[in-house]
């Protein structure tokens, strides 16, 4: 049975920095790509990062893009998601995705695993 767990979720002051992980089991994904996705409240799931099975293409959305770092470690079947310079509206629940895709896919039908979410909250 495939399951993803989220951590590193939690309160934070604008400006500051979290990491958040998750961790994958019931099979290795080494040659899945991994991504997160975040939806805020009222609003519909978007796309965070993403990143290929070696971690050659990242893909990041416009308006976290120099700001959150998407990286893996295959042999802990572990995505990471570093976000710093965290703002007001990067508050959302963030999940972690895995799917079949040999690139970094951003469109959520591209994956077929799904965690439960961790909350961030980025108070101003």
């Known amino acids: 049975q495939v399951q993803l767990v989220e951590s590193g979720g939690g309160l934070v002051q604008a400006g500051g920095s979290l990491r958040l992980s998750c961790a994958a089991s019931g099979r290795t994904f080494s040659t899945d790509a991994m991504g997160w996705f975040r939806r805020a409240p009222g609003l519909e799931r978007e796309f965070v990062a993403a990143?290929?099975?070696?971690?050659?293409?990242?893909n990041y959305a416009a308006s976290v893009k120099g700001r959150f770092t998407i990286s893996r470690d295959n042999a802990k079947n572990t995505v990471y998601l570093q976000m710093n310079s965290l703002k007001p509206e990067d508050t959302a629940v963030y999940y972690c995705?895995?799917?079949?895709?040999?690139?970094?896919?951003?469109?959520?039908?591209?994956?077929?695993?799904w965690g439960q979410g961790t909350q961030v909250t980025v108070s101003s």
């Open positions: 995705a895995i799917g079949p895709s040999s690139g970094a896919p951003s469109r959520t039908y591209e994956y077929n695993y």
């Open positions: 990143s290929s099975w070696n971690g050659g293409i990242l």
